[in-house]
């Protein structure tokens, strides 16, 4: 057990992290834009290419910034976005929660993995002009192994990428 | 374990609590790890949608399954180790123990550990097979086959596509598109479905598809942008279908869509899987072996430890009552019979343990038996040892001698006076044979009467016999009389002696007494007349016979022995009548001093000696003693007229509670014709002796209760013994 739990390990982690948050914020919902920096390890390409199902689970919440006061959440929203190369229809099959799309090759996949613009529903009414700010999180949701292949590597975790909490100022015309 | 150590000890009680926990701890570890490497399987098989790798529950459980399996490890070994060291310590049923716990490991181990090797390879080996060139060949070969197969299935559809958006072209605007989707096709194309795309949207179909797949197709017709079809991109394959698309104006797209049949569909999905699962394999080569290099090793682990502990447990099992039995039999042979062994079993070591405790409880109960066996036997014992010494204290104080023969002719009991009578030894002759320990004639005397016995029937004979004893004669009264138990078993001979010598020398002195009686008072009567007459002679004749020394020498040899008559017959009167004795508490050895004092003041020639031990008071009746011890003194200066040494003993015998007076003397001694006559009245060798001193000692000392005995001085001389009893009868 504790080789399975270090051979898990020895699979080299990636330092991924969310940058480049920005977006506007008005009427009853935030966008947010912001890129996702080095999720995707040379092994996890390998592992995409050869059909595993990759997902990450973004999590957006939207904070009104008080000077001298707690943040106040006025909105969150969780985005899950996967992709999965069909080796029969040779593209990439990206599933988002805004929606899905086909793509043709690999950049366009990891591109499109890595870049996101996320509509977060905000409760109650923006003031304009007063400071937002997103706070954004990613981690790696599912190695989409086969039925077959997670009981055997059950222990295994493969891949373990989790980002810390990334913030980015909004802008509220 | 044992009564001290056994079911009530504390030390046992600990010990037994301790073990239980131990096995709980045990016990309990295994169930954990069994559980929660079950409950990670779950959690991983079902935790697809889960980062299962951060989720710290996973983690958790990862890391007590750890622990556990270390804490297994830890009790394993620590029993392992305590074991080592029992047997060190040479504790009983430690090597035992060991041996087994050692041949349940190498039996797990060994076994396991090829299991494991064999395993490894396997994987390994299957692994590599399975990710090696050919396999991955085949997979991608069979989706290549099958791709080309949709390919040119939907390469069929595109004529069908073409006519129907030429026709779509061609129709006017408004009437139902439906309907110029609607046409005659070919045979081979009957089965096809057309479908007009119109917005993003199915907007008229002919034929009917899972709704899946038209979903899948407008999906892809999404992504692409513009009039792909004259880019060679208006063919699209999926596992359920095969499809030609054509620009129908305005946007519009009609679709032929060729549906795959399931079975067909199926084993397309099933050679995509494979090539995926293929590739995943190929990526994941070496988690995927260290997964099962993982499992394996941790079956192993829980294989041997859970057959090291059944080992040690099976061996506690086995060592526990054999130890116990060992130190109960230990304790028992130390003696200590309140040994009861806590075991309770229903296999054959709790039957052992109970037979071993039944036997401890019989064996102290026995010992309880004998215990008071042994009591009761002690004071039998004691009683028969104060009656025997009682009958041998009887035995040792009568003046019979007794004499116990066995079946065997051998002395089993003779008591002093049979010893002194028959000059045996009487600590040499128990357990020897009589006719050993007896001289020859007085054998051939005892058988001659013990054969005498047998013939008169009666089994007792009683006899008076005349035995050379010191070379001189003893007359003894001999009885024997056959011992026979109750069934008239001959059980042996008892003789009895009685010495007759005392008897029959008293029955003399009375008789001689008596004759002395009579010639006295025959005697002395005539001597006065003859006294007077031969005076009344001298009186009237002696001036007539004057000048004649005849009648003087006549007269006066009348007279002298008339005298000297008249003195041997108050000698014969007094001899015969002798007083009884006045008894009174005196100082014997006070008397016989101051005797000798008178002597050695009479006779300065003679070298007298006097030695006294320690006496107490004794009754007797001074005049006769110092008549009698008179005697003795008078007689050894008769022996000693050239000179010699007498010697004066008195002593007192504790044992006997006898006095004695011992008189000595070097001179010529008593001839051996002559002791037996010595102490009979008138017998003396002596010139001028009546003969009466040592007859008159004689009866002195009878009528003391005692004797007067003599024998042989050494180197020359006689020696007289005058004893008699301290307190005589009466006098307790």
Redesign the interface.
């Known amino acids: 057990?504790?080789?399975?739990?270090?051979?898990?390990s020895a699979?080299a982690a990636p330092r991924p992290k969310i940058v480049e948050v920005s977006g506007t914020i008005q009427g009853s919902e935030a966008r947010v834009r912001f890129t996702l920096q080095n999720a995707f390890t040379p092994?996890m390409v390998?592992?995409l290419?050869?059909?595993?199902e990759i997902s990450f689970?973004i999590t957006v919440e939207v904070d009104r910034v008080y000077r001298a006061w707690f943040d106040q959440t006025v909105g969150s929203v969780r985005h899950t976005s996967s992709v999965r190369y069909d080796?029969?229809?040779k593209?990439y099959r990206l599933h988002r929660s805004d929606g899905?799309?086909?793509?043709?090759d690999i950049h366009a996949a990891l591109d499109r993995m890595t870049r996101f613009e996320i509509a977060v529903p905000v409760n109650g009414a923006v003031d304009r002009g007063k400071p937002y700010h997103a706070r954004v999180r990613a981690?790696?949701?599912?190695a989409?192994?086969?039925e077959?292949?997670?009981?055997?590597?059950?222990?295994?975790?493969?891949?373990?990428?989790?980002t810390d909490w990334a913030r980015g100022f909004l802008h509220s015309p | 374990m044992t009564g001290e150590r056994g079911a009530g000890s504390p030390r046992h009680e600990a010990e037994s609590a301790k073990r239980r926990r131990e096995r709980w701890a045990i016990g309990a570890v295994a169930f954990l790890v069994a559980g929660l490497t079950l409950l990670?399987?779950y959690l991983?098989?079902v935790g697809?949608?889960?980062?299962?790798?951060?989720n710290i529950v996973i983690f958790a459980l990862?890391n007590l399954?750890?622990i556990l399996?270390v804490l297994l490890i830890f009790l394993v070994t620590r029993n392992v180790f305590k074991i080592l060291l029992d047997r060190r310590r040479k504790i009983l049923g430690a090597k035992i123990r060991s041996r087994l716990v050692l041949i349940f490991i190498c039996f797990s181990l060994i076994p396991t550990i090829l299991l494991f090797i064999a395993a490894t390879n396997i994987t390994t080996t299957s692994i590599k097979s399975w990710i090696g060139g050919r396999v991955g060949q085949a997979l991608s070969g069979a989706?290549e086959i099958?791709?080309k197969q949709?390919e040119t299935e939907a390469a069929a559809m595109s004529p069908l596509a073409e006519e129907a958006a030429d026709r779509l072209a061609s129709a006017p605007a408004a009437k139902d598109p439906a309907d110029a989707l609607r046409f005659d096709r070919s045979p081979t194309r009957e089965d096809a479905v057309l479908l007009l795309v119109r917005r993003g949207a199915i907007a008229a179909r002919d034929g009917t598809i899972p709704p899946a797949v038209e979903n899948e197709i407008l999906?892809?017709l999404?992504?692409i942008a513009g009039d792909g079809a004259g880019k060679g991109h208006s063919t699209?394959?999926?596992?359920e279908y095969a499809a030609s698309w054509r620009p129908a104006g305005e946007g519009d797209r009609v679709v032929a869509v060729k549906p795959i049949p399931p079975a067909e569909s199926a084993r397309?999905r099933d050679i995509?899987?494979a090539?995926?699962?293929y590739?995943?394999?190929?990526?994941?080569d070496?988690?995927?072996r260290?997964?099962?290099?993982?499992?394996l090793?941790?079956i192993t682990l829980l294989i041997v430890f859970a057959a090291s502990w059944m080992g040690i447990y099976l061996a506690r099992q086995i060592t526990v009552p054999v130890q116990m039995l060992a130190e109960g039999t230990e304790k028992v042979a130390g003696g200590n019979l309140d040994v009861s062994l806590d075991y309770t079993s229903d296999d054959e070591f709790g039957t052992l343990v109970a037979s071993f405790n039944r036997m401890t409880a019989d064996l102290k109960a026995m010992k309880r038996n004998l215990e008071e066996a042994n009591v009761s036997l002690s004071g039998t014992y004691e009683e028969l040892r104060r009656r025997t010494q009682f009958i041998e204290t009887i035995l040792d104080n009568i003046s019979t001698g007794v004499v116990v023969i066995d079946r065997h002719g051998r002395v089993s009991m003779i008591n002093k006076v049979a010893g002194r009578l028959l000059g045996i030894p009487t600590d040499r002759a128990l357990g020897e044979l009589y006719r050993d320990v007896v001289r020859e004639e007085h054998y051939e005397a005892i058988r001659g009467l013990y054969r005498e016995a047998g013939e008169t029937g009666g089994g007792q004979v009683e006899r008076q016999v005349e035995l050379v004893l010191g070379g001189k004669k003893v007359a003894l009264r001999v009885s024997l009389t056959a011992l026979r138990d109750d069934a008239g078993e001959y059980l042996g001979l008892v003789a009895a002696f009685d010495d007759l010598s005392q008897a029959m020398r008293l029955q003399r002195v009375l008789a001689w007494r008596e004759v002395a009686r009579r010639i006295a008072h025959d005697i002395r009567n005539p001597l006065t007349p003859i006294q007077l007459s031969a005076e009344r002679m001298r009186r009237k004749y002696a001036a007539a016979h004057e000048g004649d020394p005849v009648f003087e020498e006549c007269t006066q040899a009348i007279l002298s022995e008339v005298t000297t008559l008249k003195l041997l017959v108050d000698e014969f009167t007094r001899f015969a009548r002798m007083p009884a004795p006045v008894f009174s508490e005196g100082d014997l050895a006070g008397e016989a001093r101051q005797l000798v004092e008178t002597y050695r003041d009479a006779h300065p020639g003679i070298r007298w000696e006097f030695v006294a031990g320690e006496m107490p008071p004794v009754w007797f009746d001074p005049h006769q003693i110092r008549r009698a011890i008179t005697n003795l003194l008078e007689n050894a200066t008769a022996a000693l007229s050239a000179g010699g040494r007498v010697e004066v003993a008195c002593s007192f015998e504790r044992d006997s509670g006898l006095a004695r007076v011992t008189v000595s003397d070097d001179g010529p001694g008593i001839s051996a014709e002559d002791r037996d006559r010595i102490f009979e009245p008138y017998f003396s060798r002596r010139e001028g002796g009546t003969g009466l001193g040592l007859a008159i000692v004689s009866a002195i000392a009878s009528d003391h209760g005692g004797v007067v005995r003599m024998r042989d001085n050494r180197p020359r001389g006689a020696v007289f013994e005058l004893e008699f009893p301290v307190r005589p009868q009466g006098k307790e």
Not at chain 1, 139 to 142: A, E, I, N, Q, W
Not at chain 2, 48 to 54: E, L, N, Q, Y
Not at chain 2, 236 to 239: A, F, K, M
Not at chain 2, 290 to 295: H, M, P, Q, R, T
Request: no cysteine; proline share 2%; hydrophobic share 50%.
């Open positions: 057990m504790l080789l399975v739990v270090a051979s898990g699979v092994e390998e592992a290419k050869s059909g595993i689970r080796v029969l229809s593209v899905n799309e086909l793509l043709p981690r790696l949701d599912k989409g192994l086969s077959t292949l997670r009981s055997i590597i059950f222990f295994s975790s493969l891949w373990d990428v989790e | 990670e399987a991983a098989a697809g949608s889960v980062a299962f790798s951060s990862i399954n750890v399996v989706l099958a791709r949709l999906f892809r999404k992504g699209l394959i999926g596992e397309i995509a899987r090539y995926d699962e590739h995943q394999v190929r990526l994941l070496d988690p995927i260290a997964s099962y290099v993982g499992i090793i941790l």
